[in-house]
């Protein structure tokens, strides 16, 4: 946890060194509005780019947010494309953030995706991977148990093929084996859009983290309600099994 340099949302305010969110209601909103739910995941995309920019002045050094899970792929196929589509134009704008300092990083089975797409991730990642004033991880094609999955996978070849023993399997070994390996564990969970679930977010990392729920549809989501998230973040009492 980091304490606010800029003091932007005042001095004794404790600051989540890592903060997931899941972006979730643009469907809701766009239909509330009687358009295409394309037009919700529009919006929710500009966003994004502004919850980003304010959580690197607020002094956040990692922010992960949910894009498109695992089980995504059971919408319907022009909506899948229409998220696709606009991840390609995500990728070009995150660009963007690399003359901000910030390091751009993904999360999830990238072996799904368009090769195109691909391509850019990987020099995204590559090309901001200096870049230190906050870290962003986008989470696509992203679940839990995925990620679990192929956690244990990756040890079990490892221990058929005589590297590593059964003793040798601990928390430490599976954590570097995740998608987030050397990335700390989050903080606080932000889901906006009123559930109150984790859909297969950071199931691992989360064992100890803090929710912040709001009804507030994602692409409605303002600095503010950052704001509010982090103040409430700040008043709870974190434990971890301790008294
Ligand atoms: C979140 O918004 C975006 C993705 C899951 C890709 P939804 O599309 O889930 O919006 P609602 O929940 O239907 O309102
Ligand atoms: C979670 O939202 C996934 C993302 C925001 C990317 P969903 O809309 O898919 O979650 P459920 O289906 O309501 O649990
Ligand atoms: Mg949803």
Redesign the pocket.
């Known amino acids: 946890m980091s304490k606010v340099t800029q003091g932007v949302l005042g001095e004794d305010i404790i600051v989540p060194k890592h903060v997931g969110v899941i972006?979730?209601?643009?469907?809701?909103?766009a239909k509330k509005r009687g358009l295409p739910?394309k037009f919700?995941?529009r919006e929710?995309a500009k966003t994004f780019r502004a919850i980003a920019r304010h959580a690197k002045a607020i002094g956040i050094s990692y922010i992960t947010f949910y894009?498109?899970?695992t089980e995504?792929w059971k919408r319907p196929k022009d909506e899948v494309n229409a998220?696709m589509d606009l991840f390609e134009k995500y990728l070009d704008e995150v660009r963007d953030f690399m003359d901000e300092n910030i390091r751009v990083r993904f999360i999830g089975d990238r072996s799904m995706l368009n090769p195109r797409l691909q391509e850019k991730m990987k020099n995204v990642e590559e090309d901001s991977k200096d870049f230190d004033a906050m870290t962003l991880i986008l989470a696509i094609n992203y679940g839990g148990r995925d990620e679990i999955t192929h956690a244990v996978k990756n040890i079990a070849d490892e221990v058929a093929s005589g590297k590593l023993s059964p003793s040798d399997v601990t928390e430490n070994l599976i954590q570097n084996n995740l998608y987030t390996e050397e990335i700390p564990d989050v903080d606080l969970i932000i889901r906006p859009?009123g559930e109150q679930r984790l859909s297969n977010f950071l199931i691992w990392q989360a064992a100890y983290a803090e929710y912040y729920f709001t009804n507030i549809?994602?692409p409605d989501f303002g600095k503010k309600d950052l704001d509010k998230a982090i103040i409430t973040f700040s008043e709870r009492n974190r434990r971890f099994g301790g008294i």
């Open positions: 972006m979730d209601g643009n469907g809701r909103w739910r919700g995941h929710g894009a498109f899970s995504n998220i859009s549809l994602w």
